[in-house]
Each structure stands twice: as C-alpha cells, then as structure tokens.
C-alpha cells in the first residue's frame, strides 16, 4: 500500500505542483526490483518539482539521491538540516493534503485533507528549507560534512582541510575512498604543518585529486574555511564544530579571496618562523641532484652580523644539510671581501664543498638583499634580527634575475 501511494499521488499532480517532503525516508525502496524506475517513470511524465529535507546522509538514502538525480535532472532537489528529527517518519505536504508515512511495522500511512495543516506544514518545510546557517556536532557532524562534499566536483580550503586525518582518520579514510570513486577535486591553502604534511602524502590514494599551496600565516584566517558548491563552512576539526552557511553570493566572494591567495605571484615572508616554512618546508624538498640554486650573495657590511645570529647559524646548518642530502648544485656570488666569513660558513658542514662552485666579484656590483634564484621561485632577503624574504614565483621575473646572475658569473673570479 505505502509504494503504491507514491505512485498513484504521482500520476495525479500537475508539472505546477510541488511536493515536499520532510525526513525522506522511501529510501527503503530503493532495493524492491523495478520500483524505482516505475516511479521514475510517471514522476517525469507529470514534470512535478519534489523537494526533500533530510536530517543526516545515510548509505541507502545517498544511493536514492544519486539515481534521482540523474533519472529526475531539474525535477528533483534536497537539503540536509541536521534540525530534522524524523527518522522513521516521513512528511509528504502534497498541494491538498498532508501525507505520514510511518514506515514501522506495522507501515502506516495517514491522510489529513485539511488546508490549515497543508499550509502550517509549507511554512514549517520552507523555514527548514530556506535556514541559510546551519551547524554540526560532534563526530556524527563531521561525517555529515564529509558526506556533503561527495556530492561536489571541487571542495576549496582556506586552511588545512586535510587535518581531519588527524582527529578523526577512520572518518578520513572511509571518505577518502568514497573521493577517490566521486572524483572529487581538494584545492588546499593553508600554512604548512609537517604532521599534517606528511599524513597527507602517505594517505591520500590519488594525488591527481589534491592541490596543496602553502603560504605564510598572514594570508590565511585562522579559521579553516571550506568553499563547496553555493556553500561555505566554517570547521574546528578539534572540537567538532562545523557551522554551515548555503548562501551563492557569500560562496563566489569566498571563492573569490581564495583565488586572491593562489594568484599572488609576491609573497612576504617576515621573520625566522616564516623563513624556516619557506625554505625548508616550501622549497628546499623540491630541490634534487641536476637541479641548480643560483645565489647572489648580500653585501658584505652585513655578514660579521649574520655570524653573530645565532638564528642564522641554526638555519645555515639546517640549509646545509638539506644541500648535502639533496645534492643539488649551488652556485654562488660573492664580494671578494667576504672570502674569510664564506669560509666560516663552508665549515659549518664541510660536506656542501662537492655541490658548491663559487666566483667573486668586487662589491660595487653587490645589492644589501641576498638573491636565491631556485627553479620555480626567486628569493630576496634582507638578513636582519627579523629577517624578510620577498618571494617571486612569476617565470618572466625568474628569467630576469638569472640573467643578471649569469652577466655577475662570467666577470666573476674564482
């Protein structure tokens, strides 16, 4: 009786009709051979639009979702509200009547043909419909989250999405399978985290699936924002908290700052937090044997300063160790006065010898901001108590300073 009525309450509304439904739960159909595409059926042929509120994803709700919205395009919409408590319930507000199918045995459907309830249950379906802002919980919360972004073709985060894994990885790794299937594209900006770096590169199953920008802290909120579809969340993987707002205007804005962030080809750097996120987080595991780091080094007035900081001492030898297990070619241009303090500085770790060629030329010809120019980045830094590297990741600029490099090599001396 109760999926003969779905059928017959189909085949009598008009293409102008709208039926709504609260908790959706007919989902328990879906396995009975050849209903579904009976249904189908006659729901095209009358063209009716059919709304549904659901409370919380489930795996046979998501499997109905998916076929009607591929045999139903244009005629078939639903919404998550974590507010809906129904879960055995299911509320039909048709035109003329309002509809419950209880779906307990024993299933029970009730008819109330009263137009002060059909009309008190729209105003409760749209303001449940239209809730602009909603919020998750707990672990439940952020299943209901990642459920949500299976039904996208790119999910954008402001800050680490990816640190899900680490407070919730069996909820990770149960979606991160379910992306694989759905091919859902992540695009990532946040500040680089080591932990969370290198959870990610041993998880993830498709690297054709994650795009991973890092940048300095102040670009980014400290806030993880995600940007999917018409929505934004704002996420605390810590405590659980998952606030939603579905609003198109405020998504296209959010999407827009985040192109913002990815299309700035000059990036600051200020400080030796910053620096270290730079060099050896950014760009120094790029770095491999073949590969060439040209340096023009800063004027020598500055170095009996730079032997002093202990930071720079730390960082030198970090930098240096890097160079020796990496083995990529470093080339270096220095002021001719700067011999004794570039030997002190070889000796930090001696091993850097076999991948350092070095010329000098007068210090005429030495600007005060040292220059690394790397494959895909260029550079700068001024070395002060609080150090600040300007960083280039324009090709055209790249090409400009290693010619200058390259007009300082052919004049330098060994």
């Known amino acids: ?41 006659v729901h095209k042929a009358t063209g009716f639009k059919l709304k549904s509120i659901i409370g919380t994803f489930t795996k046979d709700n998501i499997e109905l979702i998916k076929r009607l919205n591929t045999t139903l395009p244009g005629l078939f919409d639903v919404r998550v509200n974590p507010d809906i408590p129904f879960n055995s319930i299911e509320v039909n507000i ?39 802002v909603k919020t998750f919980h707990g672990k439940e919360g952020i299943q209901l989250f990642l459920d949500e972004l299976l039904h996208v073709s790119d999910v954008y985060w402001i800050g680490s999405g990816t640190e899900v894994q680490v407070h919730y990885p069996d909820l990770w790794n149960d979606y991160k399978k379910k992306q694989l299937e759905n091919k859902v594209h992540w695009h990532d900006i946040s500040v680089h985290n080591k932990d969370i770096a290198t959870i990610t590169t041993e998880s993830i199953l498709d690297d054709s699936l994650y795009e991973h920008h890092y940048v300095p802290k102040t670009l980014v909120s400290p806030n993880i924002i995600c940007i999917y579809g018409k929505k934004v969340a704002d996420v605390v993987w810590k405590e659980g908290i998952v606030t939603i707002m579905e609003n198109e205007e405020v998504a296209k804005k959010y999407k827009k700052y ?27 595991p790029t770095m491999k044997s073949g590969m060439v780091e040209y340096v023009i080094a800063s004027g020598c007035n500055i170095l009996d300063d730079k032997k002093n900081n202990k930071e720079f001492i730390q960082f030198l030898l970090n930098y240096n160790t890097q160079l020796a297990k990496s083995r990529f070619e470093k080339r270096i241009i220095m002021c001719e006065t700067g011999k004794k303090q570039l030997q002190d500085e070889m000796n930090v770790n001696s091993d850097t010898r076999d991948y350092t060629n070095i010329r000098f030329i007068s210090d005429e010809h030495i600007s005060p901001l040292e220059t690394h120019i790397f494959p895909n980045h260029v550079v700068l830094i001024a070395w002060t108590s609080v150090p600040t590297a300007i960083v280039y990741t324009k090709l055209d600029i790249r090409k400009r300073f290693l010619k200058q490099f390259e007009f300082l090599w052919i004049i330098g001396k060994e």
């Open 258 to 284: 985040f192109d913002y962030i990815l299309a700035q080809q000059t990036v600051i750097y200020t400080g030796w937090e910053e620096l270290h996120q730079l060099f050896f987080d950014t760009i120094l």
């Open 1 to 41: 009786e109760m999926q003969s009525f779905y059928i017959r309450e189909s085949a009598r509304l008009k293409t102008s009709d709208e039926w709504l439904s609260i908790g959706f739960v007919r989902h328990l159909f879906v396995h009975t051979p050849g209903y579904l595409e009976k249904y189908t059926t």
């Open 94 to 132: 048709l035109p003329d009547k309002v509809v419950i199918c209880i779906f307990v045995e024993p299933y029970t459907v009730i008819e109330i043909k009263n137009k002060k309830f059909v009309d008190a249950y729209r105003i409760y379906f749209f303001t449940a419909w239209n809730q602009d």
